[in-house]
């Protein structure tokens, strides 16, 4: 296995990551059932390979260890944290579009065009 490529080895760390990250979160809050639990862990490993570079540099620049730690426990950092929020970020995002300004804003447009259509 020491034969990896480094693509391979960071691969490897985010998903790692990722996985550890969605595990943490349906420990941290317990799912209301089997289909919630699995709707979070895909939607955390998702969000942990996809943002997990990213996130792990935005880490690692703020903390200034950047030059401290290999770029695989970099994007292993990055992944498990994106993917430990990726659940909360998701539900902050629905609670702003439930029955407040946005939802109230985007019927409003949706009536007024209704009335210009007919």
Do not use: Q
């Not at 990896?4 to 349906?26: D, E, H, Q, T, V």
């Not at 942990?48 to 292993?76: D, Y």
């Not at 498990?80 to 539900?91: I, N, T």
Request: net charge positive; hydrophobic share 50%.
């Amino acid at each position: 296995m020491t034969d990896m490529s480094n693509p391979g080895w960071l691969w490897l760390a985010k998903g790692g990551g990722a996985i550890a990250g969605s595990a943490i979160s349906l420990a941290y809050i317990l799912p209301h059932g089997r289909r919630e639990a699995a709707v979070r862990f895909a939607v955390g490993v998702v969000c942990g390979l996809v943002f997990g570079g990213t996130v792990g540099l935005k880490i690692a620049a703020e903390l200034g260890i950047e030059e401290l730690i290999s770029p695989t426990e970099i994007t292993m950092m990055g992944a498990a944290a994106a993917s430990l929020c990726a659940w909360w970020a998701l539900g902050f995002v629905m609670r702003a579009f439930e029955g407040n300004r946005v939802s109230r804003w985007i019927d409003d447009r949706r009536k007024r065009k209704g009335a210009d259509d007919a």
